[in-house]
């Protein structure tokens, strides 16, 4: 042991060594500290905030303080010096770099819209190796790359990112765009999804759409069924939180149609119109179609033409109306899930009020007074448009579209439109492979009109610059067919005023508003020619087209249904083989019965015929107003097609389309 003197004066010089480090430590703990850098984290600073770390910093932490400042430029949508500093970059980076790099570098092709690239950069990425933060940026890019299409893929980039998220606000947002894409999935995608057996949480998500769309018809069964899914999947992410349209469904009450207003032009150049609307509204209601009505089968939709002597109303007749009646038409399917037509309803009353005599305004209160409880029309174009400044609480089913639309939770708009036709003909010409369309219309206000619903649906649907070519009279037809011109596959570009001129955000990202390459008018590309035309001038430019365009070429040809008209024979059928139009689903052979009883009616005027069809389908969307209103994805098989609503309950057709073939007509393929 030692002497406890040697042991004190051991200690006495310790303590000036002590004394010493704990001042030093004391001094370096006041002096300012180089903040650390983390890549993998959230970056909430200023891009000049991390520029000038990267100024200060002269090690390693340098190149971390550069990612971060590649990361705000991009999220402050400057794409150009976001690219600059990227180019900096050290070759020699480190894993966990190298992995933010390539988030960075996709981010930045989006920004770019150049997807292709930005896909390829998010296949190199090891995502088991990237943090929390850096996969919920992951998968918000794996979601912008499809720019907002429907696929497998992005459902389940949906489903990985929810559980990642801890804002509420957040996973609500998760969950509304899950539910989103999985009902906007078409029937093939659906039929040829493979779902692998760990994936429990998308196999309840399935479930959940399949119960919705078995209910969709019946709210009270709609609520039931998904109480029980939530039973059956507690732990799904949609059990917890439902998307907000489901939430919907808990609140619904249906609209009451104790006392309907028909608001139609009784007098004037639009009476003619009204009646044939009348006729079938009444009709439906009555109960007078239970005797012919089959199971209802949607085909071809009319997409009838501004009334040229009443500019404002909705539709106008055919140019002929001859004797013949549909011939050789083959019935054809529509999608199942659908409300058939409404029953009839003796106890609902209907009155009906003149538009042409008294201000819309002064109606809607009289009808309000009246007891009514539900408003069917006005008809009239202009008159629609006064509903924006209506005031009414009664719930309105216009029966013609305003220029823009109001989402106002009492109002609906169905229309038979030229646009509303040419929305659909886009869709089906996408489904069919078709990816550079020519537009052949009148040299009119119609042919504009159709230009520009056709093109704005088409690059919605992903697809590039649409050209557009128009023709003029009958005569001039003629003139040019005589001297043997033919129609060349060629056009101008239309241009199309983007709906958001910033973009859109998908995922949480901004995607700036993509700019497509023009089709070259003499590129001889145009895969797919959509005509709007009568009987008589699709007579001149079908052999027109034939005269410039090889059957080699494999170019498909498609018209509206303003070529399909009474008075059509073999003749005609055999000129315009391989052609498919569009019509409704009443004169395509959904109900011959029924078809024969409103030729009859209407002296096989098909004008007329569509608009009786038009008030059977406005009974049966009347008595599913509140459905059409609230309750996404609800569908329901009508005479005019297959109806369903968008967000602010503009009425949408799904059409079937129709092909001549040898003569006959035929379901197209």
Known sequence: MLPSKVVHCKAVRTMPLLLAALIFAGCTGQAPQTPQANVQGAATGTSDYYLQQVQQSSDDNKVDWQLLA???????????????????????????QRQEQLLLQAQLSVAQQNLPDAAEKLKQIDTNALSKDQQVRYFQLQIATSQGRPSLDVLRAWIAQEPLLTNPADKQ???????????????????????????NVLQGWLDLLGVYRANVSDPDMLKAGISDWQTRYPYNPAAKMLPTALTQVQNFQPASTGKIALLLPLSGQAQVFANAIQKGFNDAKNGVLAQSSAPAVAAPVQAPDAVQAAPDAVVSPSADATTAQPADVQPQSVPANSVETAAPSSNTQIQVYDTSTQPIEQILTQAKNDGATLVVGPLLKNHVEQLANSQTSLNVLALNEPESFQNRPNLCYFALSPEDEARDAAHHMWDQGKRTPLLLVPRSSLGDRVNKAFAAEWQKLGGGTVLQQQFGSKTELKQSINSGAGIRLSGSPITVQPTAATGVTIGGLNIPAQVDAQVSSG?????????????????????????????????????????YQAGAGPDFRLELDGLQFSDIPLLSGANPALMQQAAKAFNNDYSLVRLYAMGIDAWTLANHFSEMRSLPGFQIKGDTGNLSANQDCVINRKLVWSQYRQGQIVPAS
């Open 173 to 199: 947002k998760n969950i509304d765009a899950t539910w989103q894409t999985l009902t906007q999935l078409t029937p093939d995608q659906m039929n040829s999804l493979t779902i692998n057996a760990n994936e």
């Open 70 to 96: 590649i990361r705000a430029l991009l999220n402050e949508g400057k794409a150009p010096q976001a690219n600059d500093q990227l180019t900096q970059l050290p070759q020699d980076l480190n894993a966990t």
């Open 523 to 563: 590129s001889g590309s145009v895969d797919s020619v959509y005509i709007v035309a009568t009987q008589d001038e699709l007579t001149l430019i079908k052999p027109m087209i034939s005269m410039r365009v090889s059957s080699r070429d494999n170019v498909g040809l498609y018209a509206s249904s303003r070529s």
